[in-house]
């Protein structure tokens, strides 16, 4: 008897911790979109923040103060973006960028956070040949 309560009370501390690992994992996971995507479905947007990715476009970067002004693409469409804040030191022409924020009504996503992604910064350099 004392066995089937151990395994019992194992089980509900699984499930427990099962759960809770999975309710924590889903609140971590964003899901950005790309511009496309975002240009195919911004009327089901409406009001809500969302994350979108593109590179930036080169000659569309226009900073004012503490605004900055720039379009994103991904090949087949555009956004033009606005974003006051803190501008990454990885920011220019070319990078992959994340931006979070709402898309206003005339139609430029206002951007409430800004990530510059830099992969080249992260790869390993090539071993000289031996």
């Known amino acids: 008897m004392k066995r089937l309560k151990f395994i019992i009370g194992a089980v509900i ?3 427990a911790i099962s759960f809770l690992g999975y309710q924590g994992f ?3 996971a964003t899901y950005y979109y790309t511009v496309s995507e975002f240009a195919a479905q911004q009327s089901s947007f409406a ?3 969302v994350r979108v990715t593109g590179n930036v476009t080169a000659g569309t970067i ?3 103060g503490n605004s900055l002004k720039f379009t994103m693409t991904d090949g087949q469409n555009n956004l033009q ?3 006051q804040g803190v501008v990454p030191d990885s920011f220019k022409a070319g990078i992959v960028a994340v931006v979070q924020g709402k898309l206003n009504p005339t139609g430029i996503f206002e951007a409430s956070e800004l990530l510059a992604k830099c992969p080249s910064k992260y790869e390993p350099v090539d071993a000289p040949p031996k």
């Open 81 to 83: 973006v606005i974003y």
């Open 47 to 49: 009001n809500e923040s």
């Open 26 to 28: 889903m609140y971590s």
């Open 62 to 64: 226009e900073r004012q």
């Open 13 to 15: 501390v699984l499930v």
